[in-house]
């Protein structure tokens, strides 16, 4: 869709990030404390510590989100995560035109490999992830109660 625009964070989507995640956790799980740390703070849990945050906007407006998170782990240089879209546009392509970004933002910094955590209740949000390329893993700590799958995208050879 033309009209989706996928930008990059500033501060004054701050309320925005927050509550589209915050609308998601809350309808299907309870908001736990990492949920709050990155939410509450993306410019010094995310940015700062060089990460990235896109924002889809539909006629100008912020209407979905998702962060890039810097892991420091081994396996895995970063962390899909955060990823909310408003309901009332759901079904029009913007979590794909989201992860896609993110994604391609991940390449350009260089990562070989990124994750992502979430539930099988979520089977839209599974479906999204199978079609932009993850693959089931195990093995991978969590900090979230509600994480039961988490799988991993190989963005190049190591």
Known sequence: MQEIQIVDYEDHYCHVFKSLNET????YFEMETADYKILDHPRESVLDKGGHIAVALLHGEPVGVCA??????????????????????????????????VIEKAKSLGAKNIFLESNTRLKPAIRLYQKLGFT??????????????????QLRKP
């Open 24 to 27: 998601w956790i809350r309808q």
């Open 68 to 101: 890039l998170l810097k892991t420091g782990k081994d396996q895995y240089d970063y962390e899909l995560a955060k990823m909310g879209v408003s309901p009332e546009v759901q079904g029009k392509g913007i979590g794909y035109a989201l992860g896609w970004a």
């Open 136 to 153: 089931e893993v195990k093995g991978i700590h969590t900090p979230y109660k509600r994480s039961n799958i988490q799988m991993a995208l």
